[in-house]
Structure formats: C-alpha cells, structure tokens
C-alpha cells in the first residue's frame, strides 16, 4: 500500500533534518509546480506500506501571505496527504504551535514530532507529553531529529493514522463574540451554496475569508461572485465594528485568540520547568543595559569598533609571514624559470593575484571568529532586535536585520545566504526590499579590496576606516530601501516579534569550528573560482602583447643608450651587483634601462585584451577617478569581488621590471602614479555599492522569482556606485 505524509513546522524546526534522517539516500529534488519553492520527496518503508514523505517549505502561518504558506497549503488540500507529521520546536513550544492550531482548523490529520528533545532537556523545559497529546488530540512522539531518536515511533503512529483512515473534524476554537457570530452566519450561506466546500471545511472557509486570505478570496471569486460578495459583506461589516470597539482588525483578533488557546492549554501544567531559570534571569538583567535606548546603540558600536581593532592589530603580524612567503616563491619562481610565458603566469597571474587574495587570509579569520563569538554569545539577536526599530522607519522589517548581517553587515560574510535568509519575511514586498539591499552589505569577498586599499592609503586609522565603510554600507542599504518603499515597492510594514535567546558563553570548540567553517570556505574559493578567473584574466592581460614594430622601438632605445655608455659602466651592469654598490654613472644608465622596459610593459599590457577594453571604459570612468587598470579588475570582480584584488595583483605586477624586488601590492599603489587616498575612498565608495557578484544576481533572481530583479540589481547598483563615487571624487578634488 502506497501513502503519501508530508513533514511540515515552523523554519529551523528540524524539518529537513529529520526528511532526511527518515529517507537517507532515497530522495530526490524537484521544484513545486509553476513556483520556484524547491520540493524535496524521497521514501520510508514501514511494514507493507510504503510511504512518500514530502518536505513542505517552512513556515509559520498557513494564511496566503507569503509564497510558501500558499504552496504548504495547496499541496495539503489538494495532495490530501494521508497524514501530517507536525514538526515542532520543543524548546519553542508555544511559537511553534501556532502553525499546529491552523492544522487543526484546516482538520488535516496530524501527528506531532516534538523535536529537539534534547535542547528543550539542557534548557530546562520539561513536558508533559501525554497531556499535551490528550489536550490537542493527536498523536505526539518525541524526537531528536538530528540523531534519529524518536523515528520509528514516530513513523509507526504516523502509519498507524494512514492505515485507520483517521478522520479529523476541523478543530472550532473561540475567536470572541463578534467573529464567532459572523462565522456562523458566513458557515451557514457556504454550507447552502455547497460554496467551495468539496476542498475545505466551511467554517474555515469563513475564517480564511475574515482573515483576508487573497488566495481564497479569488478562488472563491471564480467560482460563486455573488455569494463571495454576500461573505465580504458580512467581512466588511464585522472589521468596520472591531475597528471602533478595539481600534484593530479581524487578523489580529483571530491571532490573538489563537495564542490565547495555546496560553491556556500550555497552562494546563503541560511544561514544567526543572531547574530555576537563573540563567534567564542573568540575561533579563544584562539586556536591561545592552538593549537600552541609550546606552544600546553606544555598546553596539563599541563592539563593532572593537572588533576592526582587534582584528587588524592581531591579524597584522600573521600577514606579514604570509606576504613574505609569497615574496620568496615569488623570488624562487623567477631565479630557477626561464623568462617566457610560463613564468609571468606564474608570478604575475597566480603569485601576484590569488596570492594578494590569500594573504589576508588572517584578517578574514579573525573577523570571522570575532563574528563566531557574537553570535554565538547570543548578541547578534540584540543587535537585530535593536535595529529593528531603525529598520522599520526605512520599510525593512526586524528579519531583514538578520538578512543583512549574514551579508556581511558587521564583517565576513556572505549575499547569497542572506538572500535566502529573506525567506524568513513574510511581507513579498519587504522581503523583495531587503533582498535587493542586502548585497551592498561587506561581503567576505569585498573585505580585501577593502583592506587592501585601506592598507595603502589609510595605514594609520584601519579600524576606523573599516567602521565608516561599514556605516556607509548600512546608511546606503537603508537609503535605497526607503526609496524602494516609497517608489516601486510600495506597502505597509508588519510587525515583528521577535525571542531573545538567553547570553550563553561561547565553548571553545564551537568558536573553533564556525572560525574554521568560514576560512577554509574562503581560501577553498581562492584556490579554485578566483585561481580559474586569474589565470584568464592574466591571459586577456597578456594577449597579443605588443607588435613587432614597437617592440622594435624600445630594443632601439636599449641599443641607443648602451652605445652611449662607456664599456667599463656596461661591464658593472652586466656584473649584476647590488644596486648600491654601482658607480653613480652606471646607476643612471640602469635606471634609464629600467624607465625602457617599464615602459615597454605598460605599453604591451595597454595593448592587451583586457588593457584596451579598460581603456575604453577611461573615458566616463576617469569622472571618478578610475583608470584602464582598476577598469579591469571592477569588470573582473562582478565574477567575484575579491577579483577586484588579484587584478590589480596581477596588473601591477605584470607591469613591473624587477621581481628581484618584491613589494606588496598595497606599497605599489600607494607609489603609482594617478593613486591617491581620494581614488582610493572613490573606489571604496564603488565597490560597496556597485552590481552584486553573479552568483549572488542569479539567487536574488530566484528568490524574487524574475530575471527582472536580478537585471535591476545589477543596472541601478552600478549605476548608483557611480554616481556616488563619481560624487566622491570630484567634490573632493575641489577641496584638495
Ligand atoms: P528546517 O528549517 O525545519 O528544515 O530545519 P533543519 O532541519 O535545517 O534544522 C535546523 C537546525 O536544527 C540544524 O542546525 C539542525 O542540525 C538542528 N536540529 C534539527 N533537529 C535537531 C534536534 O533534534 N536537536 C538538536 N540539538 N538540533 C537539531
Ligand atoms: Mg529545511
């Protein structure tokens, strides 16, 4: 016998944990018809029956308003699965049955998996498993999803409800006088027009249609207008009077009243909490001053501040040892290689570019643990519950904070998990804000143009300067998504509830781990994606070089200089001694070769692909400072930001005569010629702001379910990165 269940809960409540732990290898990933929400299935055999378990996108509500509450509904009313299997937090207990109660309603058969069993134990919370199962009436197993604990059982009474054919009536809770009244006036008219009735029970038809459920509202529009107008009026007329009696909307009553039930029926001595909560209490007192409105703000940027400082003072050291072991391969490279192709690829395509990417390796490891300590302290949740408030004035919502930070918003980290992050919001229009505004947050990948810049130019003041980027990143994000929200994605703001979790002390291996985690991801993208990318951009850098005619011309000069010079000087250059110990006349004519053949090299690098498309580009770049070389690598980094540094690495170093003497990328900038701390911040101000990396356009695409999006983010970014830098640039060569 075949049947099919599907897992469904709240976001992050073990759902797909406990899919796969219950199908293994057996499971396959396809999309929901028609959307891009992604449906994973796979298979359980339990004592001749066979099931098809189906993972439903998580999610907290089952009202139509965000696009996995619609799929999770459909597919439970029109796949009519044999049996739910509720996924629930139990360390979260009555957050998460909120979406159970709307099971009920919906009078799905369900069967409960009170998971994370052993976090819900560590903190604490024990509960009546029993009572809490007579009490809702349904089965409730507990489970551990992440060792398996708990499956079998749960398996057994979810077949055990497939095979007895259990048949739930929809569960009919009290939602106040006047919506229970309007509800039983709108069952009875449904009840008589048969009015979508074969799909869903009536009563929840009528509750749908006060909750003002679009998606039900349109079916029903189709299918019977003039009894869909009958209901709306009954709708209208109760809003209009909660509206004057309690100044809200039916919505809010319904939730309220749902949250009431759960209150009463957890009251009932369903949890029981073992220890004495200190450690609550702890934390209660320590947010009493970390989230005050005064002294709130001030600790968050002491912590932000602090954190800059005491990663590049500690990193700054580590550096130096990974600088100097890529001088010395550098310097090996070219003693035992023959000059030719082979070796400028290796100096200058992978020594000189991934080998700038990799070399703040430190840096990026000690944010990422600084990182690693907040979050896992419990901080990173003050911190999005204080901005919360901030964001709201902008048309965010308090989840977008959260979206934010996983970009990058303190330091290190990533657009495409906060893209995705956005699948937490449930308002389409403030999720589609937020995701278009999140990847000008200080991704991982645009810390070291930043770090190397800032390094060149700001040698002194590097936290400080880190800290304005990352203020201007965030007043810019809010900036746009006002504008956004003001423009083209007009609409209200919803509220935000939001638990903080208690202060824990990060362990030690913990730390370790998520520091590790995120590095290793980082030097694992350098030796593969932006080696790939170096090396085809040291090709376009080098291909086809300079004719043979002009280099004709600069062999000319060599020839031309050395017949002027005296056999005894040519004889001290040939001798290749120090530079120091050459006679006054033989330094000037060596100098004079080397002003030959750098000149040579820059002209063969212009000449190149890649050379002659960012020249081209000079003309409107030059407004902000921009020359034919920075071009490249902003062309570059759309493939990846840290693209952005293995150009220039490899830019500056193909135009270089000496490799003898290696210097550091951000010593050269500060020294060439055409760099200045202003193009520096111009082109800082650029690279926070301009076209997102394409991996991270692709998902904001599919996130925000059209090409359009992913065209948009990347057309006004660029071009608001340079009206900014452009603005930057010129108002501070008036002042200079
Ligand atoms: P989903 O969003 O519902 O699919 O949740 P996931 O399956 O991705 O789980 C979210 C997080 O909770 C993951 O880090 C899991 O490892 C963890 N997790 C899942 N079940 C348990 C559990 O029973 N105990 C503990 N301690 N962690 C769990
Ligand atoms: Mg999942």
Known sequence: MNATIALAGNPNSGKTTLFNALTGARQHVGNYPGVTVEKKEGSYRIEGLNMNVVDLPGTYSLTAYSLEEVVARDFLVQEKPQTVVNIVDASNLERNLYLTIQFLELGVPVCIALNMMDIAEKRGIEIDIKKLSALLGVPVVPTVARNGTGKQELMAEAAEIVLKQFKMSPLEISYGDDIDNALNEMAVIIRAGRF????????????????????????????????????????????????????????????????????????????????????????????????????????????????????????????????????????????????????????????????????????????????????????????????????????????????????????????????????????????????????????????????????????????????????????????VAKLLRTTIIKGESTPFIMELPPYRLPTFKGLAIHTWERTWQYIKKAGTVILGISIMLWAMMTFPGLPESQKQLYEQQRQMLLSGTGSTVIGEIRAAGEYSELSEAAKDVKDRLTGIDAGEAEAALKNSVAGRFGTTLENVTQLAGFDWRTNMALVGGFAAKEVVVSTLGTAYSLGEVD????????????????????????????????????????????????????????????????????????IGSVLI
């Open 196 to 479: 979508m009735t074969d799909t869903y029970p009536d009563q929840w038809i009528a509750l749908k249609y006060l909750e003002n459920d679009e998606q039900i509202r349109s079916l029903g529009q189709k299918q019977n207008p003039g009894l869909s107008k009958k209901l709306k009026k009954i709708v209208d007329r109760v809003s209009a009077h909660i509206s004057r009696t309690l100044n809200t909307y039916p919505e809010a009553v319904i939730a309220d009243h749902r949250y009431g039930y759960i209150k009463s029926l957890i009251r009932q001595g369903v949890i029981h909490y073992r220890q004495d909560q200190s450690r609550l209490h702890i934390s209660d007192k320590i947010d009493k001053i970390v989230t005050n409105r005064l002294a709130g703000p001030l600790i968050m940027i002491a912590v932000i501040f602090g954190l800059y400082q005491f990663s590049f003072t500690y990193s700054e050291v580590p550096i130096g040892w990974l600088e100097a072991f890529f001088g010395w391969l550098g310097g090996i490279t070219d003693t035992y290689l023959p000059d030719g192709l082979i070796k400028s690829l290796i100096i200058s395509g992978i020594i000189g570019g991934v080998g700038g990417v990799l070399g703040f390796v430190p840096l990026i490891m000690f944010m990422f643990l600084g990182i690693a300590m907040l979050e896992d302290s419990g901080y990173l949740a003050r911190v999005a519950f204080m901005l919360d408030r901030v964001f709201r004035l902008f048309g965010l919502h308090g989840s977008s904070v959260m979206s934010f930070i996983i970009s990058g918003g303190i330091a290190g980290g990533c657009a495409v998990p906060g893209v995705m992050a956005t699948r937490t919001l449930k308002s389409p229009k403030e999720r589609l804000a937020t995701l278009l505004t999140a990847p000008f947050m200080n991704c991982g990948a645009k810390l070291p143009v930043f770090a190397l810049l800032v390094a060149a130019f700001f040698a002194e003041k590097e936290a400080m300067m880190m800290f304005i980027i990352t203020m201007i990143s965030w007043g810019g994000a809010l900036l």
């Open 659 to 730: 490799p003898e003497e290696t210097r550091l990328l951000s010593d050269k900038l500060a020294s060439a010629p055409g760099w200045s701390p202003l193009t520096a911040l111009s082109l800082i101000i650029f690279t926070i702001f301009y076209a997102p990396c394409f991996v991270t356009v692709v998902c904001i695409a599919r996130e925000a379910g059209s090409w359009k999006w992913g065209v948009f983010s990347m057309v006004f970014n660029t071009v608001l990165a340079f009206l900014l830098a452009t603005a930057v640039y010129q």
